[in-house]
């Protein structure tokens, strides 16, 4: 839209002719609103940036140079203005809690709840929903293959954009919604960021640096250099009883305990380099390279008693298992920014890159007299091979924010798996595991509509049609799946209340889950605890793809009502409805195999039915000041999130969506010490306990997840910043409750993992 674009006017002046003053042509909307009584500026008028400077005479013949000036929206304004709601954070909330990676960071986001236990960083998702609900974009474009947001730190981003619905620009691959990370654009000047840290949890140091360069490569071309290195130092612990009971009687059958302390050691090295050429008005080129080096070392012993009962039999006393990785990723990518005239203009983008993992696992497993049963080693190498293209027509039809966008994107990838498992010396699977491919490819056509019709009314009407064709192939089978999901997307924008700025936003949308790669894979995972040789039980299943999926589609609506503050603040209601078909979870049973002489369990993900999905949001960023008369510096942010859910195939009162709890909230506070160099803040994140059941044989329940986060910084100059962390202050142990039953029996199981406290120390400076 045009309100969300920079206001540019170009001034001459003589050489010899100091700056006499400019105006900036105002926003349709203004940033805070005016004083009681007084008449709203209209679009045309301007307003003074500066006090006017005397000129001085020009000499003769004096060079006349061009000055250009730009104004920028806020972060305010540009939620408010944008016809498709979205949520804006910025870089500087970002870096509050001095994170490593962006992955901590993203755990306090509106709306955004990460998994895995307190403290621990793990893949974003929104509303509850993972597993790919949500879509993850990097400057607008997909994820490449390899590559994590936790190689990101908070200061290499500029901003995140969080829409709860999707667009045809942004693409419909985002049911729960799209997280899209803006990467820091180089500047024209010269300026050194470094910041140098260390984490402590258990006594264990994880040190960590992170830098930024910027630079000049000529009058029209800047570069950022931007990189950071990682040493995480980790102990894991967890405990778990398990016990079997006579489904018939209730009966005590069998009782296991089992004790595992995991030592982790990770590497990770992250250089970005990025280069920008000025071609024109608003015309550039630019080159951005990724590259990404880890090493992981993760060593588990653990123990397990069964102090009573046979059924099943104990597979081990004490075991053993080792894990070394190493994972590489490389990419380049290009983009330019041309215009045709006017009125159009034409964006075009490129990128490849190729992603390394090379793995292996040992499992040692040994009876109650020391002697060894189980002796296994899996090695997996992987070879990824990407290539992406996209362009996009921009088309302003009328001054007043009228843009018809139109698109195309390409994206292809080849894997390469090369893997062999050995059981006691003997060879698993044969050459089905040993060389597997895979290859998707992937094409999408969107064209979009987004018309300020008023100063009262926006829209953003949107049309994207994508296909994704997925080849799998081993040593004894070939198969081929291919989805095609045309989605229509609409959103409405009314601006009822100015000059008090509140509006109502209503979205009509289609979006859709695609399978992933190994959802759709036919080369099996093996239960380390009972080779192929033989059966395995319930609760120790093999696990398999299933080529046969269908995407997942969801029709939605979103009514949002938006307040807007005095000053920056804003405050946002919104109600959601997604009706999903052709839901997707796994299923385990028992099936004879390919694999073994014996009939096995199999997890299988298979296509189960129709779910909906409904939630209550609230979030709101504001000062004290703009609530009350009061001149404490204090800064709030607050969201509380209530959802619901139902699968129709799946017996209730528990048959939620996978993963989806029934609320989720944070609290955070910032407070500046007045005339003082020193500042402070905290976050409370809050999910209570849920019970979910994944189908009429399985329940499980996961304990209240609590976590509590605080910093303190310390400027020490204009330049030189201390900042002390805390993270998951007051730990609680991640309870997570299973039952199953299977061939007569019960099988109730208790994990408990600990947490812990982490402390970091972080010195940043501006060289």
Do not use: C
């Amino acid at each position: 839209m045009n309100t969300n674009k920079k206001k540019q006017q170009t001034v001459a002046l003589a050489a010899s002719i100091a700056l006499t003053g400019f105006t900036l042509a105002q926003a349709p909307v203004p940033a805070t609103p005016p004083a009681p009584g007084s008449t709203p500026a209209s679009a045309n008028e301007t307003v003074p940036a500066s006090e006017p400077i005397p000129a001085r005479p020009t000499a003769p013949g004096a060079r006349v140079e061009r000055v250009d000036v730009t104004g920028r929206n806020s972060a305010t304004d540009e939620r408010r203005n944008a016809s498709a709601a979205k949520i804006i954070i910025t870089r500087e909330e970002l870096e509050q809690f001095g994170d490593t990676n962006l992955g901590e960071a993203m755990r306090r986001l509106p709306g955004v709840t990460t998994g895995g236990r307190p403290g621990r960083p793990g893949a974003p998702q929104m509303r509850g929903l993972g597993g790919g609900f949500t879509q993850i974009l990097i400057d607008g474009q997909r994820i490449p293959p390899g590559f994590s947001v936790q190689d990101i730190t908070p200061d290499q981003v500029e901003r995140i954009e969080i829409l709860r619905a999707p667009t045809a620009e942004t693409g419909a691959r985002a049911i729960a919604g799209t997280i899209n990370i803006i990467l820091r654009e180089p500047l024209r000047k010269t300026d050194h960021d470094v910041k140098v840290g260390v984490n402590t949890e258990r006594g264990r140091f994880s040190p960590n640096a992170s830098w930024s360069y910027n630079g000049l490569l000529s009058e029209t071309a800047t570069y950022t250099l931007s990189g950071s290195v990682n040493r995480t130092d980790q102990i894991t612990t967890d405990d778990a009883v398990t016990r079997y009971f006579d489904q018939a009687t209730n009966q005590l059958i069998t009782e296991q305990r089992t004790h595992s302390d995991s030592k982790s050691l990770r590497h990770n090295y992250f250089l970005s380099p990025r280069a920008q050429w000025r071609l024109g008005a608003g015309e550039q080129f630019g080159l951005q390279a990724f590259l990404a080096h880890n090493l992981a070392d993760t060593e588990t012993p653990a123990t397990l008693v069964q102090p009573f009962g046979s059924n099943p039999t104990q597979p081990y006393a004490s075991r053993r298992s080792a894990f070394d990785g190493r994972f590489d990723v490389a990419r380049l990518n290009a983009n330019l920014n041309r215009r045709i005239n006017e009125t159009n203009r034409y964006e075009l983008r490129a990128g490849a890159g190729r992603f390394w993992s090379d793995n292996t696992t040992t499992v040692d497993q040994f009876d109650s007299l020391g002697a060894r049963n189980l002796d296994q080693i899996s090695r997996n190498d992987v070879r990824d091979v990407s290539w992406s293209t996209s362009g996009k027509l921009i088309t302003n039809l009328t001054s007043r924010g009228h843009t018809i966008t139109s698109g195309y994107e390409y994206e292809a990838v080849r894997r390469d798996l090369v893997g062999a498992t050995f059981v006691n010396g003997v060879q698993q699977l044969g050459d089905i595991g040993t060389n597997f491919f895979t290859s998707t490819k992937r094409l999408a056509a969107y064209a979009q509509d987004d018309w300020d019709i008023s100063p009262q009314f926006a829209a953003n009407l949107g049309i994207r049609f994508e296909e994704i064709r997925t080849k799998t192939r081993d040593a004894s089978i070939e198969s081929e799946n291919i989805s095609r999901v045309t989605t229509p997307l609409g959103h409405l924008v009314w601006r009822f209340a100015a000059p008090s700025r509140d509006q109502i936003r209503l979205s009509l949308t289609q979006s859709y889950r695609a399978p992933n790669t190994d959802q759709l894979t036919t080369r099996p995972n093996i239960s380390s605890l009972y080779p192929a040789s033989g059966s395995n039980i319930f609760s120790a299943a093999d696990s398999v793809g299933n080529p046969g999926l269908k995407p997942e589609r969801a029709n939605g609506i979103d009514i949002a009502f938006e307040r807007y503050l005095k000053s920056a603040g804003v405050m946002t209601v919104n109600f959601f409805v997604r009706d999903i078909k052709d839901v997707i979870r796994n299923i385990t049973a028992i099936e004879d195999v390919s694999w073994s002489p014996a009939p096995r369990y199999v997890n299988r993900p298979q296509n189960i039915g129709k779910a909906r999905t409904t939630g209550i949001e609230f979030d709101a960023k504001f000062q004290l000041r703009e609530l009350i008369d009061t001149t404490i510096p204090l800064s709030l942010r607050v969201n509380a999130n209530l959802y619901d859910s139902k699968v129709e195939s799946v017996p209730g009162p528990y048959n939620r969506l996978e993963g989806q709890a029934h609320f989720t909230g944070n609290f955070g506070v910032d407070y500046r010490i007045a005339n003082s160099p020193l500042s402070f803040g905290g976050n409370f994140a809050w999910t209570p306990a849920y019970t979910s059941q994944r189908s009429e044989d399985q329940v499980s329940k996961l304990s209240t997840k609590r976590v509590f986060d605080a910093y303190a910084l310390y400027r020490v100059d204009a330049r030189t910043n201390v900042r002390v962390s805390l993270s998951n202050i007051a730990p609680a142990h991640a309870i997570t409750e299973s039952t199953t039953f299977s061939e007569g029996l019960r099988r109730f199981a208790v994990s408990s993992g600990r947490t812990d406290m982490s402390v970091a120390l972080r010195l940043e400076m501006r060289l």
